[in-house]
């Protein structure tokens, strides 16, 4: 099993800056990738950011240019630099972490919110 710590979520005001963070624990040996996902109320969790272990990144287009996601591969730890945030930003923001060597599994973080408004 794997576990996942996230911090770093709180209000912010438009145009401003945000990281997240989150660490993982338990089996991390078989992580072979991390990132971050959102849910804003009452819509579906989408896809942000995830990094694998060799370091790849993928961002979602909505949030190119202004985020970047980052990963300690022995720590299994990973971040989000969040900029020029915008209200539409606003949701729970969910660690994912991927593991396993013939099948995968995901393991989820309890989530954190971020708030962007003025």
């Known amino acids: 099993q794997v576990q996942l710590v996230e911090s770093g979520g709180g209000l912010v005001q438009p145009g401003g800056s945000l990281t997240l963070s989150c660490a993982a624990s338990?089996?991390?040996?078989?992580?072979?990738?991390m990132g971050w996902y959102r849910q804003a109320p009452g819509m579906q969790r989408d896809l942000v950011a995830m990094?694998?272990?060799?370091?790849?990144?993928h961002l979602a287009d909505s949030v190119k240019g202004r985020f970047t996601i980052s990963g300690d591969n022995n720590k299994k730890t990973v971040s989000l630099q969040m900029t020029s945030l915008q209200p539409e930003d606003t949701a729970v923001y969910y660690c994912?972490?991927?593991?396993?060597?013939?099948?995968?599994?995901?393991?989820w973080g309890q989530g954190t919110q971020v708030t962007v408004s003025s």
């Open positions: 994912k972490a991927v593991a396993g060597q013939i099948y995968s599994t995901d393991f």
């Open positions: 338990g089996v991390i040996s078989s992580i072979f990738a």
């Open positions: 990094i694998s272990r060799e370091g790849t990144p």
